[in-house]
């Protein structure tokens, strides 16, 4: 939609200023608007790109104006933001015949659907209009949406990322993904209902999906942590922090600390966060966690942040301690028992994450070299 009788951001989504906190146009020329700082450099919206908000609560307003009469959407290669220039659903399956092999994923911020072929996940089935979808495309192509007679019957109401789980925290949706395909084999070891989270190294639930089918690969989604805007609260994964994973079985409320192997033809396996990362888990191995959380709980890593020394202390039998640094790059590697001291101080000053693994369970922690 053209808007009318103004263009200018403040005045078309007004009505959402209240409950704003900003928005990202992240085509060329870049903008924002930060409604509580009162900074806005995006001036006219347009149709011709998405844009992406982050909102207090749900909320809504109403667009006036025209409808598009360029229906041809020019995608660069790589992200952006792909948005719908008719007053109809379309058929994803539909844009995806169009740019064939040129898309990598599209994904509904918003809902958490995503096409992705590469990882076989169709949860997005149409494109609607009046929203944006994040795109990465391998190569540059366009797309011009089709006539109303091949439009795609109506799928109702977008529904928001639901991030309340029966076993965790609540899940937020800070809109920084990273795209995980748990294989449909590894599946048919698994229950239908069982609910499969992934962690951040605080121990915060980042992403959690529910088994409810064996036949499909899942989706599970770990979201990043929103650091320029909420520096002070953890919501998510850093980049390059390691991801470790939990399962929650409802029939015998039962949780397991899960074990992962991950597809080495996938961009990313090695198990480390990445803002659109993309990886697949083909193997899965549960251990109880009351077993292995008590094994590793009672262990002490201090002092953090530390200014070298780190001192770990009450491990009850051998462990593989592996230290590495925000490039996810090993820096320290050992099997050790007991108490025993590590010399950090040749490194680097910055965030670092020890991670401790027995038979029975992995434990990772989050350290600073001051």
Not at 153 to 161: E, I, V
Request: some cysteine.
């Amino acid at each position: 939609m053209e808007p009318a009788p103004s263009a200018a951001i403040e005045d078309v989504l007004a009505g959402l200023s209240d409950n704003m906190i900003i928005t990202l146009r992240q085509q060329p020329p870049l903008g924002i608007w930060w409604v509580p700082q009162n900074i806005n450099t995006i001036g006219d919206i347009t149709p011709l790109i998405g844009y992406k908000s982050k909102m207090i609560v749900t909320d809504s307003c109403i667009v006036t104006g025209t409808e598009t009469a360029d229906k041809t959407v020019n995608i660069p290669k790589g992200s952006s933001y792909l948005p719908v220039r008719v007053p109809y659903e379309v058929a994803t399956s539909d844009f995806a015949t169009a740019v064939g092999a040129n898309l990598l994923f599209a994904y509904n911020i918003h809902s958490g659907d995503l096409y992705w072929p590469d990882g076989a996940i169709f949860t997005l089935l149409n494109l609607k209009p009046d929203e944006a979808y994040l795109l990465n495309m391998y190569n540059a192509d366009s797309y011009t949406y089709p006539s109303f007679s091949k439009s795609a019957k109506s799928s109702g109401a977008t529904k928001p990322y639901k991030g309340e789980n029966l076993a965790w925290n609540e899940v937020e949706n800070t809109s920084i993904p990273h795209f995980i395909s748990i294989e449909n084999t590894v599946l048919e070891s698994l229950e239908i209902g069982d609910q499969i989270g992934v962690f951040n190294t605080e121990g915060v639930c980042v992403g959690f999906s529910e088994v409810a089918s064996q036949d499909n690969n899942l989706l599970l989604i770990a979201f990043g942590d929103e650091v320029d805007l909420t520096p002070d609260i953890v919501n998510g994964l850093l980049a390059n922090e390691l991801m470790s994973y939990r399962l929650y079985r409802p029939s015998t409320e039962q949780e397991f600390v899960a074990s992962v192997t991950y597809n080495t033809t996938m961009p990313n396996y090695n198990g480390l966060f990445a803002e659109e990362g993309m990886s697949m888990i083909n193997s899965m191995k549960l251990s109880p966690v009351a077993i292995g959380e008590k094994t590793l709980e009672s262990v002490s890593i201090y002092p953090n942040p530390t200014s070298g020394q780190l001192t770990i202390k009450g491990l009850d039998k051998d462990a593989t301690l592996t230290i590495t640094n925000v490039k996810g790059q090993i820096v320290y590697r050992s099997v050790i028992a007991g108490n025993t001291t590590i010399n950090l101080s040749t490194q680097p000053k910055g965030i670092y994450f020890v991670q401790l693994v027995n038979e029975e369970s992995t434990r990772v922690q989050k350290v600073i070299l001051e």
